[in-house]
């Protein structure tokens, strides 16, 4: 089993930057695949970033790339989501996952476990 409890969200303006945290316990963290997403209001849950086992690989989806970064704390048992230049179609509930493959998956049946997500909300 493994708890996944995020955290940083908050309300900020358009072009701010905001730091996502997920903290992650109950299996070897280090073999797993993790993933942000993210569910704005009556939208389906969309893929963000991912991080491979190994940290080696990254994805990102189109709408953030150039502006997010995800990064994992083996030793802290952390996956992050920086996100800079925020604009107001980023607003939703941002969910991280973990994936007992340990690869970096863009797609949600990919993923094992689900945190209870963080709202994010950017006024413009």
């Known amino acids: 089993q493994v708890q996944l409890v995020e955290s940083g969200g908050g309300l900020v303006q358009a072009g701010d930057s905001l730091r996502l945290s997920c903290a992650v316990s109950?299996?070897?963290?280090?073999?797993?695949?993790l993933g942000w997403f993210r569910q704005a209001p009556g939208k389906e849950r969309e893929f963000v970033a991912t991080?491979?086992?190994?940290?080696?690989?990254?994805y990102y989806a189109d709408s953030v790339k150039g502006r997010a970064t995800i990064s994992r704390d083996n030793a802290k048992k952390s996956v992050y989501l920086q996100m800079n230049s925020l604009k107001p179609e980023d607003t939703a509930v941002y969910y991280c996952a973990a994936s007992l493959t340990g690869r970096a998956l863009t797609y949600r049946n990919a993923y094992d476990y689900w945190g209870q997500g963080t709202q994010v909300t950017v006024s413009s």
């Open positions: 991080i491979s086992w190994t940290e080696i690989t990254t």
């Open positions: 109950g299996r070897t963290f280090s073999t797993l695949g």
